[in-house]
């Protein structure tokens, strides 16, 4: 199978993407493959901004074609947040558990209609000798009260999807890639995507 190097170190973001670029016929690569040692500094303000940091950082790094995915959760009763700070929401040590916690505890006192949020996802494509390019996904839902379902990773057990009416951790890996953010924006690429990963 045709290689893809994604630069992420996010197990459940690798998952996605296999899921995604497998049918395809692409074997995904993460950080933990090809450069372990890599800590790339997210210091952007959108997540778009992250996901050309992250891809560029890797393919120069690389001297090769990198997508990058930058994620997250905005939740519209607290204006948005965690959004761009998604993984790091309740603390340093990047704990999606702790996470959740956090975000059950802020929204305690807020019902539906007001619990609206959406997944978004920017990815980029990083190339030595082409131009970068940015697509954005998204994905609506609502924040439910207690977790459910153990596929996915992140916030997916507390985010409801009204359309297949189940958390996002229910469904499958292919199930999730139909519907989700990442997918999405996958799918915005995928008339050009042999172009843009081929290193011409
Ligand atoms: O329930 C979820 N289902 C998803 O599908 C999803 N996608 C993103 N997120 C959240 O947003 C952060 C991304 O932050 P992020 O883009 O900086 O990635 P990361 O730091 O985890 O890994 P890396 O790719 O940067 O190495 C993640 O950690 C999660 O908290 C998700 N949560
Ligand atoms: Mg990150």
């Given at each position: 199978?045709?290689?893809?190097?994604?630069?992420?170190?996010?197990?459940?973001?690798?998952?996605?993407?296999?899921?995604?670029?497998?049918?395809?016929?692409?074997?995904?690569?993460?950080?933990?493959?090809?450069?372990?040692?890599?800590?790339?500094?997210?210091?952007?303000?959108?997540?778009?901004?992250?996901?050309?940091?992250?891809?560029?950082?890797?393919?120069?790094?690389l001297q090769t074609?990198?997508?990058?995915?930058?994620?997250?959760?905005?939740?519209?009763?607290?204006?948005?947040?965690?959004?761009?700070?998604?993984?790091?929401?309740?603390?340093?040590?990047?704990?999606?558990?702790?996470?959740?916690?956090?975000?059950?505890?802020?929204?305690?006192?807020?019902?539906?209609?007001?619990?609206?949020?959406?997944?978004?996802?920017?990815?980029?494509?990083?190339?030595p000798?082409?131009?970068?390019?940015?697509?954005?996904?998204?994905?609506?839902?609502?924040?439910?009260?207690?977790?459910?379902?153990?596929?996915?990773?992140?916030?997916?057990?507390?985010?409801?999807?009204?359309?297949?009416?189940?958390?996002?951790?229910?469904?499958?890996?292919?199930?999730?890639?139909?519907?989700?953010?990442?997918?999405?924006?996958?799918?915005?690429?995928?008339?050009?995507?042999?172009?843009?990963?081929?290193?011409?």
């Amino acid at each position: 199978m045709k290689k893809i190097i994604i630069a992420t170190k996010n197990k459940g973001k690798a998952k996605d993407f296999e899921a995604l670029f497998n049918p395809l016929g692409y074997d995904v690569l993460t950080l933990h493959d090809v450069a372990e040692e890599m800590d790339i500094e997210e210091t952007g303000i959108t997540f778009e901004e992250n996901a050309l940091l992250k891809a560029t950082a890797l393919a120069n790094h690389l001297q090769t074609i990198v997508i990058a995915d930058d994620s997250g959760l905005e939740i519209d009763a607290l204006d948005g947040r965690p959004g761009i700070y998604s993984a790091r929401y309740a603390g340093e040590e990047k704990s999606d558990d702790a996470n959740i916690d956090k975000v059950l505890e802020e929204l305690e006192n807020v019902e539906e209609p007001n619990r609206t949020a959406r997944f978004v996802c920017a990815i980029a494509i990083a190339s030595p000798t082409q131009k970068t390019i940015t697509v954005r996904g998204t994905c609506e839902g609502v924040i439910a009260k207690e977790r459910r379902g153990n596929n996915g990773f992140g916030y997916d057990p507390i985010f409801y999807v009204p359309s297949e009416n189940k958390m996002m951790a229910e469904l499958s890996a292919d199930e999730k890639g139909a519907i989700s953010h990442r997918g999405n924006a996958i799918k915005k690429l995928s008339a050009n995507l042999a172009e843009l990963l081929s290193d011409k």
